[in-house]
């Protein structure tokens, strides 16, 4: 059974950095996608950034140079590293996985953790 877990989420100032952290059970980080979405109040949920088996990496247009994916294989823990934020940041963060390798930013996952709140203050 799939399970994933976040954590590192809390309140910034703008500008300010945060790393979030995605633990997983279940399935092994280097062989499955794992990525990032991001859901602020009112808005749908979008994608955010990933990674897959060879390491290639996709990032949506708005957190290209500010936000870095990353993962840790020993640990079974995939990151994200958040830079620069500034109140459009603000947003449930959940991290997602899929057996199958997705190329490119279009991507339903299949499995989903319950998230961690990012709040940017202005």
């Known amino acids: 059974q799939v399970q994933l877990v976040e954590s590192g989420g809390g309140l910034v100032q703008t500008g300010g950095s945060l790393r979030l952290s995605c633990v997983a059970s279940?399935?092994?980080?280097?062989?499955?996608?794992m990525g990032w979405f991001r859901q602020a109040p009112g808005k749908e949920r979008e994608f955010v950034a990933s990674i897959i088996w060879n390491n290639s990496i996709y990032c949506a247009d708005s957190v290209k140079g500010r936000f870095t994916i990353s993962r840790d294989n020993a640990k079974n823990t995939m990151y994200l590293q958040m830079n620069s934020l500034k109140p459009e940041d603000t947003a449930v963060y959940c991290c997602?996985?899929?057996?199958?390798?997705?190329?490119?930013?279009?991507?339903?996952?299949?499995?989903w953790g319950q998230g961690t709140q990012v709040t940017v203050s202005a």
């Open positions: 279940g399935l092994t980080v280097s062989t499955y996608t």
């Open positions: 997602a996985a899929d057996r199958f390798v997705i190329y490119g930013t279009s991507w339903h996952p299949a499995s």
